[in-house]
């Protein structure tokens, strides 16, 4: 892990700038240490949608965290989000119409953008010059029934002594540019990314709308499931504005697991906000 924490966090951060900005820009505005969604705020109309109309506004109640967390283990929530300011959101509003087109858009910018350069071009390279073997490090039998009658003791293994899971014919994988740019609305469901993610489910949520992707396996001593979203709102000044933001499932995937906690040393933070900030730079 402080192998993975020293190499992830020296090529982010050079492919992001320098530290300079990654203290006047990057490190600007509150980080969170909790899930985003709060019962007790929501407003009375808001409570009887959550309640009565699955409201898809908890990261908690996702499938993919299910499918990412079948041991039912504790989950540790971390997020940030990035309020545009109103000229801003009326373009984007206006540019991309639909959920789907918004999305679309927001899916771009988060995985051509520099934070996962190193996922895209090293670590992705790297499990696709094992196609058609085992070329992957992620993917759940919750999503993928074929995986239940995998031995784990059987998978080779990989980058950070991950297990490499198999191919199988009918994925579809997500390696390049081009495989991201063909895309105007959210990847399909179970799609691999880079080797590294599976595409989880998308969708609408009041206001807005979110996709999900998965990093780990059932094999993996960890899995998170991210959560991409934007909304509306008004802000103080009642002008109606954007806000993105990424929010972070965590859980050890051994039975009876510790509530999950960060070991990456500011590295999983500084992620987090570089790919808020790209997703509202690239869109």
Request: charged content about 20%; some cysteine; hydrophobic content about 35%.
């Amino acid at each position: 892990m402080r192998l993975f924490t020293k190499f992830f966090f020296g090529t982010a951060l050079a492919a992001t700038g320098s530290s300079v900005i990654a203290r006047n820009y990057v490190y600007v505005g509150d980080y969170h240490e909790v899930s985003p969604f709060d019962f007790k705020r929501l407003s009375w109309s808001g409570k009887l949608r959550y309640l009565f109309f699955n409201s898809r506004d908890n990261a908690a109640k996702d499938g993919a965290l299910r499918a990412a967390n079948p041991n039912n283990n504790q989950t540790s929530f971390d997020y940030f989000e990035k309020e545009l300011d109103p000229a801003t959101s009326k373009c984007l509003l206006e540019k991309y119409k639909t959920n789907d087109e918004m999305l679309g858009a927001m899916q771009k910018a988060l995985f051509l953008g520099p934070t996962l350069w190193p996922h895209r071009f090293l670590i992705g390279a790297y499990l696709h010059s094992k196609t058609p073997g085992n070329d992957r490090i992620t993917g759940f039998a919750k999503l993928e029934p074929s995986l239940k009658d995998i031995d784990p003791k059987e998978l080779p293994r990989g980058f950070m002594n991950a297990p490499l899971l198999p191919n199988f014919p009918k994925l579809n994988y997500i390696w390049n540019k081009d495989d991201i740019t063909k895309y105007d609305k959210p990847f399909e469901k179970g799609s691999i990314i880079f080797g590294m993610f599976t595409m989880g489910e998308h969708g609408n949520r009041p206001n807005g709308g979110y996709f999900n992707f998965l990093f780990g396996s059932d094999y993996f001593p960890f899995t998170t499931v991210h959560r991409a979203e934007y909304f509306t709102k008004q802000n103080l000044a009642g002008d109606p504005v954007l806000v993105i933001r990424l929010t972070n499932a965590s859980q050890f995937t051994e039975p009876n697991s510790p509530m999950f906690v960060d070991k990456t040393n500011g590295l999983h933070e500084f992620m987090t906000r570089t790919i808020v900030l790209g997703m509202t730079r690239g869109m």
